[in-house]
């Protein structure tokens, strides 16, 4: 490791950094603006300037730029010299010039870069006295807001959403000071991960539109640590609370997950969390179908006696934490309990769990997905199923251009250099999937066949891995490319609902390891809880096959049912589900915001959201991590877990009496099967503090505490006291040097943006000084996980398709399109074809297409795609309109010729209201 001087003080370094990064992990402040840990330097701020000396004799020196400077043995450099911090501020004064001085009504104000920066290198006083420039902000959708004339023209935000992100609508144009960053036109930003513009941002040019509608400053916001519950890939955030609403989501940082960034979904999806739909009290229907507003006791004396000492059921959900489905399952014991899936959800998950737990292949995280050489996708479409993972891909196939970069000696970090000596030279990704992906543009090939095909296909490319010549020149090609490549990734789900496809990429990964190679599987899973879930009934004490469809047959035996969580109608058809509810048996039913099937409970208990209780969720990674209650639920809202304990001890439930604390509850899940032993190192207990204090929510510059209240008592109010966790509802306490799984917010003297992220990091880029969140639950016992091909011939009758399903980051979700802003992206549900098929039948994007299935008739709006399989058509998967269609199902295609073509206020009003 080379040695470097700076300021006289001798540092050792890390081979291969540049200074700018030698600088700040060894805790110096040395200002920057363009660089980004995850981006890495193009030095086109100049803000990171320093002196660097040939020799010690040198007094003059030379001024360089930090993040364009690699670290040599003996270096020498100074970042207190005359020089060097008048070169800084003369940037920062440079920069200021077109600058409006609008930081007290900016949305960027209290967490801004540029305002530590410039205080940073002492610049205060504004010497000139002319114009500004000033430019017209654009409409860029409903999730960020423009505001060009806070521009510092570092560039991140066009090299995060065109080279990182992989977007093509944003761009800079023009040049010298009339630089502009933003569309050709005004219009909705395409990219899924738009919103991460609003970090990397370092001034406010693009601000958290929602987040302004309810504004708070950073330093009067509750936070806490959290899980995403938007899908399966566990990402961490930080969202954060005022006067009880909660207000936005911020990335927090774990290495081997989300990094730094966030997918839409994750970081607009939760405004649900504010709707008007949310449950406040119990409920008990009356005769005539309404609902009576009751209290909790009374709620939970009703359901005792419908419960106690009677043939109960219960229904859990995926989307529910771990903690509450271990309860349900201990309260109805467990051959009672279904884990609230539809019959093939079941079965799949199953499969998934079983070859998890025997492949020989890694489970790997996105942190090393991003090192993977060679991809195959088998149908899949990740971007819209597993949005982040679908970023790190973005990132591994530029492993080509690193390996060009190595042997030609540039360091990553010289990102200009390596863009620019790779081109378009890219690491091979080959999708096979039914329609045309949002990762096309990046594969280095795309292959169209439905499902089965897909399924042939993988089985195929393990066959020409064992070294059989096949028909298909193309499996043969891709077999090649794997075989090749020395960290080989396959990438599999459940969105098409096609046990055959996972099968196929699992021989494949199984095949892999037999022909000597390091193999990578990772299999994508629908929900936050999808796979914890799964685990849960994988232990021999139920039947892993029962689903909500199965128990709605036996309803009629049942006296009561308890549903947690569930909304039935998206786990099977409707007159299965129906004949749950017709029974004579009570239904119980437990859930943050009204649906269809809390409207045909007999009893509703309003369930408290992510934001407002604690529990732990199993990535499909199989890592468990923990979220913790932002702040407390309102009105007579509970945490889930919490309601199945007071109906427990009203029905004198012996295996469940004696827990009273969430690390109780923890503690017995993970005693109840090996499989969940290591949930208990999940987070520290609640009992955990940092130098004999607890973590605050809040941070040390929250304000309002008794301004807040002044309405009720003008005197301060006592904070809510947490009994279940190691954080406080207070600013008192210490956020410094504790678990990663514990930290609320970042912030450090002088770094007020999240930029201050890098105090928390063991090493730039690296991971955090409390380690990485969570645990994993499944470890494999090596022994394969192949499965026999089963072959399917589809019998197709003239004029009929089969269905796939197209998922969609804004739509598919059930509970984030109970968001006004996500509602609005969504759109109506469509139909998907490709252009001869259009053309075929008459229609063009934005027509209506009438789709027949069996008796049914559904009336969808057209999508043409680039690329469809022979004989599929898509349909929007996840809408409420389209439940009834299942992948796989035939239908008949025709033009609705009484279409009504929407307005995007009928679109607006139509999925905007999509709170049953």
Request: charged share 20%; glycine share 8%.
């Amino acid at each position: 490791m080379p040695t470097i001087y700076i300021d006289d003080q001798a540092l050792e370094v890390a081979q291969g950094e540049n200074i700018l990064e030698a600088c700040l992990n060894a805790g110096m402040d040395l200002p920057y603006f363009c660089w980004h840990p995850a981006m890495g330097s193009i030095g086109s701020c100049r803000q990171c300037a320093l002196v660097q000396y040939q020799n010690e004799e040198d007094t003059k020196g030379r001024i360089v730029m930090g993040c364009m400077t690699p670290v040599t043995e003996g270096a020498r450099f100074s970042l207190s010299a005359d020089n060097a911090g008048e070169f800084r501020e003369a940037v920062v004064e440079s920069l200021m010039l077109n600058h409006p001085h609008d930081c007290p009504v900016c949305g960027e104000g209290g967490e801004c870069h540029l305002q530590d920066m410039t205080v940073m290198v002492g610049h205060r006083d504004r010497r000139y006295t002319g114009k500004k420039n000033t430019h017209r902000n654009q409409y860029l959708g409903p999730l960020i807001h423009h505001e060009m004339n806070r521009c510092i023209t570092c560039y991140r935000c066009e090299r995060y959403y065109r080279d990182y992100a992989g977007g093509k609508d944003l761009a800079a144009q023009a040049s010298h000071d009339h630089v502009y960053f933003g569309r050709h036109e005004e219009g909705v930003l395409q990219s899924e991960f738009s919103g991460n513009l609003v970090e990397v941002c370092p001034t406010g040019v693009f601000t958290d539109k929602p987040f302004l509608k309810h504004y708070s400053r950073k330093w009067d916001l509750q936070s806490a640590p959290s899980i995403c519950s938007g899908c399966a890939v566990g990402c961490n955030i930080a969202p954060g609370e005022r006067y009880g609403r909660l207000k936005r989501v911020h990335n927090r940082y774990n290495h081997e997950v989300n990094g730094y960034f966030l997918c839409d979904r994750g970081r607009f999806g939760s405004g649900y969390i504010n709707s008007d739909a949310r449950l406040d009290y119990a409920g008990i229907k009356k005769p005539d179908g309404s609902f009576m507003a009751v209290h909790q006791q009374q709620a939970i004396d009703t359901a005792v006696g419908w419960i106690k000492n009677k043939k109960v059921a219960g229904i859990g959900s995926p989307r529910a934490s771990l903690e509450a489905n271990y309860l349900l399952r201990e309260l109805v014991g467990a051959a009672n309990f279904v884990p609230g899936f539809s019959d093939r959800e079941a079965a799949i998950l199953s499969t998934i769990v079983r070859t998890l737990k025997t492949t020989t292949a890694a489970n790997p995280s996105i942190k090393q997905m991003e090192a993977a050489d060679a991809i195959l996708i088998l149908g899949e479409d990740v971007t819209n199923t597993a949005p982040r993972v679908a970023l790190g891909l973005r990132q591994s196939v530029r492993n080509k251009a690193f390996e060009l970069a190595a042997q030609m000696g540039l360091p990553q970090w010289q990102d200009a250099a390596v863009r620019n000596l790779a081109q378009d030279q890219r690491s091979p990704m080959i999708i096979v999937s039914a329609m045309d992906t949002r990762l096309d543009d990046v594969a280095s090939q795309c292959i169209s066949l439905p499902a089965d095909d897909i399924a042939a296909f993988g089985y195929g490319v393990a066959k020409a891995l064992s070294g059989e010549k096949m028909d298909d020149e193309a499996v043969n090609q891709v077999a090649d490319i794997l075989f090749a490549a020395n960290s080989p990734l396959v990438i599999s789900g459940t969105s098409m609902l096609h046990e055959g496809i996972i099968n196929s990429a699992v021989a494949v990964a199984e095949q892999l390891h037999t022909s000597g190679k390091s193999s990578m599987l990772s299999l994508c899973v629908a929900e936050s809880n999808s796979l914890g879930l799964a685990l849960l009934v994988d232990d021999g004490q139920s039947d892993r096959a029962a689903s909500i469809p199965k128990l709605a047959k036996r309803a009629s035996k049942l006296d009561a049912v308890i549903i947690l969580e569930n909304t039935l109608e998206r786990r099977g058809a409707s007159g299965e589900i129906q004949q749950l509810f017709d029974a004579d048996s009570k239904v119980i039913s437990m859930d943050i915001l009204e649906n269809t099937t809390l409207g045909n409970s007999d009893l509703v208990l309003p369930a408290a959201s992510y934001a407002e209780s604690q529990g732990t969720l199993v990535s499909s990674e199989g890592r468990a991590q923990r979220y913790f209650p932002v702040y407390q639920p309102s009105a007579e809202r509970l945490p889930s877990w919490q309601w199945l304990l007071k109906l427990a001890a009203g029905c004198e439930c012996s295996e469940l009496a004696e827990l009273e604390y969430f690390d109780q509850v923890v503690a017995a899940c993970a005693n109840s099967q090996p499989a969940l032993a290591q949930l208990v190192d999940v987070a520290p207990l609640r009992d955990y503090r940092n130098q004999g204090l607890k973590i605050p929510r809040q941070t040390h510059r929250y304000s309002g505490r008794t301004a807040m209240n002044a309405g009720v008592s003008v005197h301060e109010p006592q904070q809510p006291k947490d009994t279940q966790s190691p954080l406080a509802f207070s600013m008192e306490g210490l956020n410094r040097d504790e678990p990663a799984s514990l930290i609320p917010y970042v912030w450090s003297p002088g770094w007020n943006s999240n930029q201050s992220l890098q105090k928390f990091q063991a090493e730039v880029d690296g991971p955090l000084k409390g380690g990485t969140s969570g645990a994993h639950l499944i470890s494999s016992d090596g022994l394969g996980a192949v499965q026999p091909q089963v072959s399917v011939t589809a019998n197709l009758k003239p004029h009929q398709w089969h269905l796939v399903p197209v998922h969609r980051v804004h739509g598919s979700d059930e509970m984030s399109i109970n968001t006004d802003e996500v509602a609005e992206l969504a759109g109506r549900p469509f139909i998907a074809i490709g252009e001869k098929l259009a053309e075929k039948l008459g229609v063009v994007e934005g027509d209506g297409l009438l789709v027949t299935q069996h008796k049914a008739e559904f009336s969808l709006e057209v999508k043409i795609l680039s690329r469809v399989a022979k004989n599929c058509v898509g349909f929007s998967a996840g809408y409420s309109e389209t439940l009834e269609l299942q992948p796989g199902d035939l239908v008949t295609l025709v033009k609705d010729e009484s279409w009504v073509y929407p307005t995007p206020t009928m679109i607006a009003t139509d999925r905007g209201a999509a709170h049953v």
